[in-house]
């Protein structure tokens, strides 16, 4: 997995492939379910899942957090990510009202299509404070980023 997400990630930008070296399969905290897809050429996509709160206004709420999304280069186009639709019962499983996940905006025209059917919102303008994965002394602990949230009801409408 890390050298999949080094591989995929280190294609935009080299430090988004760094917190993957060492065989590490995981940017923050560590998913508690992994989605998976393989192919005759090994991984061919991920997603990863971890229930936290995060707060919205002033109310704490439990969402599941999608990220470490990834497809292999040579699949991109073809339809992929509308296979990762597999993992809404497993959303439903978790107890969640919603699933949330946050993207550049560089993959704006990417992640547009998971809007399409309905599965998810896409929100922009809207501050999201985060903290930094590792302790860095001469950051601060957060940081409020500008991206593009995305929102599927899984519980809730």
Not at 29 to 35: D, N, T, Y
Not at 49 to 66: H, N, S, T, W
Not at 108 to 136: D, K, Q
Request: proline share 8%; net charge positive.
């Amino acid at each position: 997995l890390s050298d999949f997400f080094r591989k995929t990630y280190g294609r935009t930008n080299a430090s988004n492939a760094k917190p993957f070296e060492g065989g590490r399969s995981w940017a923050g905290a560590r998913p508690e379910v992994r989605a998976i897809g393989y192919d005759a050429h090994g991984i061919a996509a991920h997603i990863g899942i971890l229930r936290r709160f995060i707060k919205v206004g002033e109310v704490d709420l439990l969402v599941a957090e999608l990220g470490l999304y990834g497809v292999r280069p040579d699949l991109e186009g073809l339809g992929i990510s509308f296979s990762m639709r597999f993992v809404y019962p497993v959303l439903q499983q978790l107890g969640v009202p919603f699933a949330f996940g946050t993207v550049r905006h560089a993959l704006r025209n990417h992640v547009e299509r998971f809007c399409r059917g309905g599965l998810a919102t896409m929100l922009s303008g809207i501050p999201v404070r985060s903290t930094h994965p590792e302790v860095y002394p001469d950051l601060p602990p957060t940081r409020l980023e500008d991206v593009l949230v995305l929102v599927t009801p899984i519980g809730r409408p």
